[in-house]
């Protein structure tokens, strides 16, 4: 099993559409969690922390869900400048930073 | 405030060539990390350079080396390239004392032919 998981899509959106994204771990010592959108041939940019409150950034709400191990991404009123791709990154650390990323889902939003 | 910055950001090899990759991190950042992104995957760890020296590394072979110089900025070192070695390289920068997330460089996009 993949220590990070996703579904690759590609998922295709109309505009206005809400859309979620589902990423599973394998490591219940895991301790934080990222959403990173990486546009196409671009590195990737931190999209927003995820805690296990659950946190909101406007149209972007994520969550984490540890007895089920996955994290989850929910856009509300997708926008054209959403299309990319979504990278669900895992940190264990254990005295120093293991960053695991998924393979990435990649959205496209369109008109 | 720069970012982080890599060198270069093109580069096309042959096989069973040797290359350097540069990056210097954000201002502030003390701890590199380097990742290798084939396309269509995610990046994948190589390893990270803290206080000059390599605290954890991947599942990569020996070929992949690196450095770290006293001003933080780091190098990756990849020996008998491969076909397979075609990939963006992407190195990423944080400071190790606190517990914001690490911010990625724009990348080296290698070709070996």
């Known amino acids: 099993r993949k220590e990070v998981e996703q579904d690759p899509g590609p998922f295709n959106v109309p505009e206005g559409a809400t859309v979620a994204f589902n990423c599973t771990y394998s490591?219940?010592?895991?301790?934080?969690f990222f959403w990173y959108r990486q546009d196409c041939r671009k590195e990737p940019k931190l999209l927003m922390s995820v805690y296990s409150s659950g946190n909101e950034d406007g149209r972007f709400t994520a969550q984490l869900n540890r007895a089920s191990q996955y994290i989850s991404l929910l856009i509300r009123d997708s926008k054209l400048s959403d299309s990319a791709t979504y990278l669900c990154v895992v940190e264990n650390s254990g005295g120093y930073q293991k960053v695991t990323f998924g393979t990435g889902t990649k959205l496209q939003v369109i008109p | 405030d720069a970012g982080v910055t890599q060198s270069p950001t093109h580069l096309i090899k042959t096989r069973g060539q040797q290359v350097t990759l540069r990056c210097s991190p954000k201002?502030?950042?003390?701890?590199v990390s380097w990742y290798q992104q084939a396309l269509g995957q995610g990046p994948q760890f190589i390893f990270q350079y803290y206080e000059e020296e390599e605290r954890q590394r991947g599942n990569f072979p020996d070929r992949f080396s690196g450095h770290q110089f006293p001003n933080y900025s780091s190098e990756l070192n990849v020996n008998a390239l491969l076909l397979g070695d075609s990939a963006l390289y992407l190195c990423a920068s944080t400071f190790s004392a606190s517990m914001e997330t690490q911010y990625f460089g724009p990348g080296t996009r290698l070709l070996v032919l």
């Open positions: 490591n219940s010592a895991s301790q934080s």
């Open positions: 201002s502030g950042h003390d701890t």
